[in-house]
C-alpha cells in the first residue's frame, strides 16, 4: 500500500516519519486541479489528510480569522476529497472531537459518531461543517482525535501544553495517545473504511492525571495551580470555553480496531516522553 499524506504540520509529519509505506507532500491544495495533479503524479493506492488550519498560539486565533480558518478546514479537505473522487482513490480525513460540548443527550453522556455536533467557536464549527460534508460522500473516512498526547516533546502535544500553564482547568475528557492514533489511521486506511470513526483511547483522562504522571516521571519539581473550566473565560485566559467531552469509540469496535486503555497508553508515553526529554532513542511498536 502506498499512502500519500497531504498536510504537512505536526500529525502529518509524525505519520509520515511512522509509516515507511508513506509519501508526504508539500503541495498546499488551492484547487481540485492541484491536488488531482498530485494525486496522478505519485498514483496512491490511498490519500491520508492531515491538512486544517487550528491557529497559533491556540484556537482562539481562529475566532480572529474566520475566513482562513473555514478556507482551511472546509474548503481544502472539500477541494482534496473531490480530486480522490476523480481519481478513484479512497481519502481518510483528520477530524476533531472538539465538535462536541459537554454532555450527551445518552445515558451515559458519551458521544456517538453520529450525534448531532454542537460547537460553539469558530475552529470547531469549521471542523463540524467538514465533518457534514465529507460523511454524505463514498469512499471517504474521518478519524476523529481529541487532545493528543505523544511521546516527542512538541507545542501540539497535550504533556507540552498542560505542563507549560501556570493554571490549569480539571476537567474529565477523552484523549488519543499519538502512537494508538497512527496504528489505527493505518488500518483504517488499509481496509478503506468509510464513514466516520472516534480514534479516542478507551476511558477518561482528567489533566490532573496527566499532571500527576509528569511529576512522578519528568519534572518532580512541577507546580500549577487548579482552577475551574468557567475561571477560564472568567479569568481572561481564553476568549470562549474549550470543549470537554467524553467520546465513544463504537464503530472502532465494530471493526475490530483496538485502542489500549487510556490509563495503560497514557503511562507508557509519559514514560517515552521522559525518555526523549532525555534525548534517548525511543521504538514505537504501533509504527508500521
Known sequence: MKILIF???????????????SVLTDVHVTSEESALAEIQRHQPDVVFSAVGVKGKPNVDWCDAHPYETVQGNVLVPLLLAQACAKAGVYLLHLGSGCIFYGDSPHPDH?????DFGNPLPVYSRSKWAADLVLSTMPNVGIARLRMPIDHIPSSGNLIDKVSSFSKVIDVENSVTIIDDLMSVCHQLLERQLPGLFHATNPGIMKHRDLIELYR????PSHTCEWISNNDLVAQGIVSKTRSNNILTSDRLIEAGIVMRPVSEALRDTMEKYARARRGEMIFCEFCS
Open 110 to 114: 458519551a458521544w456517538r459518531e453520529n
Open 7 to 21: 498536510g504537512h504540520g505536526y500529525l502529518g509529519q509524525r505519520c509520515h516519519g511512522a509509516w515507511k509505506d
Open 216 to 219: 512522578d516521571l519528568v519534572n
